[in-house]
C-alpha cells in the first residue's frame, strides 16, 4: 500500500476560546482561512497548542469537524488524537476518521514511563484498529519519555503509520530518524529553531507552533529550501528563532494565542487552568512581531 506523503508547513493550532472558556467556533474559522490563505500545506487541530488536553472528547471531535469544514479539502487535516490510554486513543482516532480528518497525530503516551516494547504495542494495537493515517508525535518535554529513532523505524513499518513530528529539538535525533525511516515515513519538525536544518537534511516540512502566528515566512522558508535558495532560507530561520523562542521555549501557548489577537486574528483566552499572559510578556512579544513585521 502506497503511503500518503505529508509535506511542508502545517500550523499545530491554537482553539480559540471565550472568556467563559467555552470554544469560540466563528474564531476557529476565521483562524483556519487566515491560515489557508497564508500558503501553509496543512493543518493540525487538538495539538498541544490547540490545548488537548484541557478539551472533552466531544468538544475535540466538534474542532476537528469544524476545521475538516472549513478547510473544504483544500489541505490535509492531521488531527491530534493522542491520550494516555490505547483504549481512548482508539475511541479519539476513530472520531477524528468519523468526521473527515486526513490523518491522526498520535501523542506518546505520558503520565506512566512506557517501554520501547509497551510503546510499540500501543501504537501496533492502534494501527490495526484504525483506517487512518497515522503520524507519530515526540515531544519529550510534555510526556518525559523520547521516542528513540530505532523504536520511530520499527513503527514505520506498519501500514498506517505515515510519518511523525519530532518535537526533541535535537539535530542529532531528527538526523538519525532520517537515516532510517526516511523512505518509509516523513519526516516532520516539531520545533521551529530546526526547520531548516531538517529540511536540509531531507525530511518533509514541519509542524510548527509559530506558523500559527508567522505563517508566511515559514512558508517563504519551506519553498526557499525546496527551489536551492538556501541562503534565503537559513536567514529567514534565523529571523525566526527569538520568536520560536518566546512563543515555544518561554511561554507556550498562551503566548501563542496573544501573538495571533497581536495580529488581529481572535484567538481569543487560554483555558484554565492556563492564564493570559502578563504585561511584560506581551511587550517581549509585541517587539518580535514588529521586528517580524507582523504588526
Given at each position: ?28 474559522r ?51 488524537t ?51 493515517p ?54 516532520l ?42 541562503s ?43 492564564l493570559p ?8 512579544i ?10
Amino acid at each position: 500500500m502506497k503511503k500518503l506523503v505529508l509535506k511542508g508547513i502545517m500550523p499545530p493550532h491554537i482553539t480559540p476560546m471565550k472568556h467563559n472558556g467555552e470554544i469560540d467556533e466563528s474564531s476557529l474559522r476565521e483562524c483556519v482561512r487566515f491560515w489557508i490563505e497564508s500558503g501553509v500545506h496543512g493543518l493540525v487541530p487538538c495539538g498541544s497548542n490547540g490545548e488537548a488536553p484541557y478539551l472533552s472528547r466531544d468538544e475535540r471531535k466538534k474542532v476537528i469537524e469544524l476545521v475538516v469544514e472549513e478547510a473544504n479539502g483544500k489541505i490535509p487535516v492531521v488531527a491530534g488524537t493522542g491520550s494516555m490510554s490505547t483504549k481512548e486513543t482508539i475511541a479519539l482516532t476513530k472520531d477524528a476518521e468519523d468526521v473527515g480528518a486526513t490523518a491522526a497525530l498520535i501523542v506518546t503516551p505520558f503520565y506512566f514511563r512506557l517501554s520501547n516494547r509497551e510503546m510499540i504495542e500501543h501504537f501496533k494495537e492502534i494501527s490495526e484498529s484504525v483506517n487512518i493515517p497515522i503520524v507519530l508525535y515526540n515531544v519529550p518535554k510534555f510526556t518525559g519519555v523520547n521516542l528513540e529513532p530505532s523504536v520511530i523505524a520499527q513503527l514505520a513499518e506498519l501500514d498506517q503509520v505515515i510519518g511523525v513530528k519530532d518535537s526533541s529539538g535535537s539535530i542529532w535525533q531528527i538526523a538519525e530518524i532520517i537515516r532510517l525511516a526516511r523512505n518509509k515515513l516523513s519526516v516532520l519538525a516539531g520545533t521551529g529553531d530546526v526547520i531548516f536544518p531538517t529540511l536540509m537534511l531531507g525530511g518533509n516540512g514541519a509542524i510548527v507552533a509559530i506558523a500559527n502566528v508567522a505563517p508566511r515566512i515559514c512558508v517563504t522558508l519551506y519553498e526557499a529550501v525546496r527551489s536551492g535558495q538556501y541562503s534565503k532560507a537559513r536567514e529567514l530561520q534565523l529571523k525566526l528563532l527569538p520568536l520560536n523562542e518566546v512563543l515555544t521555549k518561554k511561554y507556550g501557548v498562551v503566548a501563542v494565542k496573544e501573538a495571533l489577537n497581536m495580529i488581529q486574528k481572535s484567538a481569543g483566552y487560554p483555558r484554565k487552568p492556563l492564564l493570559p499572559l502578563d504585561d511584560q510578556g506581551k511587550e517581549e512579544i509585541r517587539a518580535i512581531l514588529k521586528n517580524l513585521m507582523l504588526i
